[in-house]
């Protein structure tokens, strides 16, 4: 850095030095949140209640940013302002009633819910502000900018159930919900979603409890229920226009033109879930083992499909394709040690395989772009986003390399030495389009676990949780490219290992520009930037002692005093965290805020 009021140094002419960044670019953002909430409950009769509740969210922001002249390298300083307000208001109205006879149990419930929230945001930038004095916008004056916008959606729903308990051995539950969303065509604002769900308590029978005198506990279970989704945009099913301007007598003249298509049919996606499961309980409940087997089946997906672009527009929102997800839960609770010294585990693990059922009226597949190249595809009979990649094989060690198999570039049939070299999938000679296959797995993971311990001896005691991830693939070259060409995210050691002629047993090619010569060979989308994203974390650790079991116990009015030291991300083990990713998260853009770790100590006191 210069002197005060010089300029600061840059490493390159488009990106801002981080000191001056931080020292004389202005940036606040202030928030204000208001919560509220009221109920009110009628005893209509002695089994009959009516129950209504009223609550509001109220956010707003103000950001202010300001950058001076030094920062802008001479250029103008300017500023800007932007104000947003968000408000959500919910009003739920209940009756509940309530029966009770010597075998059975019935309880019934009516309602009616509203919801609706109103957003708004208005920004304006001004500059050539004499001086940096006064960073108001009043002092500025020109005005580069102003933008401002309003939406607002609606949910009604109409909602009603039933639960019935027969000796308390024998459960039903069937419920219905209608619900009518403003975000949908004027068609099909409404959906209709019921469900059911059945329990028999087994463990109570007689011949259970003579014939596995070892089970503590038997429930089997069965349920069946439709679900919608309206997360779409506010005015999704709406034509609308956008600002355009055009030439009227020589002159450029604001005015307005469509910006998408209307869809008066756009409904509701709607997902069907058959689960069935069972609880079992094992020594008295010190082993607990519940299992579910799931089948859920998505129809009417809100995708945007290619229409005719004779109508102006070359995609439009509608309901079309079918998913179906398939897996199992399982969770496994045991008591393992019970005394002075306690011991007990929770164990869960998730596992989920979903396939393409239906898609677009011809059934063509969605290929996923990335640089203008394909990199994933979404097919009938097969999962989500597969990887869609060119295969590699290794880089172009030398000259001689570059020279013998040259038909193992794709940018050009120049290679240099370093640069990635990829395998000809379908033996006509040359690498193109055709030479690309589906690679490894998705982005989401197939299994998930969780373990959780939990420990005690007298005053002490002890927390753990790991968590993990199987079967997965995160694709990283656009970071990777990022890193090598000049960006703004952080250095890590693994940069050091790209192809040099003194390193040629580098894991990464060459590093060359996107736009440089045979540059884009280096990074097309292939196998090559697959990292597999499977991990397991230790999550959270918490060791604590109470003072009040030992130390203290003889002071009466006070029943806890204990000391914790908690932990929170304090490692993960993964393929992929060596390039600076988090694997729980499953983004591989290096601009994310990382996932904190945190030590923490605490007093809890009790009287």
Known sequence: ?????????????????????????????RGNNYLANLYANVNILDNLVFKSSFGANITTYNDK????????????????????????????????????????????????????????????????FPDDDIKTPNAATKIDSATGSATEWSLISYL???????????????????????????????????????????????????????????KLR????????????????????????????????????????SNPDLGWEKTQTTDIGIDLGFVKNRINLSLDYYIANTKDLLLNVPIPQITGFGTALQNIGKIQNRGFEVELMTK??????????????????????QLGPDGSPIIGYQEGF????????????????????????????????????????????GDIKYKDMNGDGFIDGADQWRIGKN????????????????????????????????????????????GYTMVYPYQLDYWMPDNTDAKFPRIAMNSSVNGNNNYVTSDFWLVNGRYIRLKSLQL????????????????????????????????ATKYGFDPENGSTNNYDYPMQRVYAISLNLGF
């Open 1 to 29: 850095q210069t002197v005060k009021g010089g300029n600061y140094y840059y490493h390159a002419h488009f990106f801002l030095n981080p000191i001056a960044l931080a020292k004389e670019v202005e940036n606040q953002s």
């Open 65 to 128: 940013y300001y950058k001076t002249m030094n920062v802008n390298r001479g250029n103008p300083s300017y500023g800007s302002v932007s104000n947003s307000l968000r408000r959500n208001l919910l009003t739920e109205n209940t009756l509940n009633y309530d029966l009770e006879k010597k075998d059975w149990t019935l309880n019934l419930l009516a309602g009616f819910t509203y919801q609706n929230e109103y957003f708004e945001n208005s920004s304006f930038q001004k500059s050539d």
């Open 374 to 417: 394909p990199i994933t595809k979404t097919e009938i009979g097969e999962s989500i986003g597969n990887y869609y990649l060119f295969k590699t094989d290794g880089v172009f060690k030398d000259e001689e390399d570059c020279r013998v198999n040259k038909n193992m570039s794709y940018a050009n049939k120049n290679p240099q030495p």
């Open 443 to 486: 982005s989401f993971p197939r299994g998930n676990y969780g373990i959780y311990a939990n420990l005690s001896y007298k005053g002490f005691s002890a927390n753990i949780l790991f968590q993990g991830a199987t079967s997965r693939d995160m694709y990283i070259e656009d970071v990777v490219r990022g890193q090598s060409t000049g």
């Open 160 to 218: 009603a159930r039933a639960n019935f308990a027969y000796m308390n051995r024998y459960i039903l539950t069937a419920s219905i919900r209608q619900d009518g969303s403003s975000r949908f065509g004027k068609n099909n604002h409404w959906g209709t979603f019921p469900s059911v769900s059945a329990g028999w308590l087994m463990s109570e029978e007689e011949f259970i409890k003579d014939a596995l005198p070892v089970v503590s506990n038997m």
């Open 544 to 575: 604590g002692y109470d003072f009040r079991s030992v130390l203290l116990k003889n002071i009466k009015w006070l029943y806890k005093c204990q000391v914790v030291l908690s932990g929170q991300n304090l490692f993960t083990i993964s393929p």
């Open 336 to 357: 393992n040690i019970v005394g002075a010294f306690n011991w007990s585990t929770n164990f869960n693990l998730s596992y989920n395989h979903n396939e393409v059922k």
């Open 222 to 261: 069965a349920s069946y229920g439709v679900v919608g989704n309206n997360n779409i945009g506010d005015y999704s099913s709406i034509g609308l226009m956008s600002n355009t301007n055009y030439i009227f007598n020589g002159n450029k003249v604001g005015g307005y033109s469509p910006s998408s298509f």
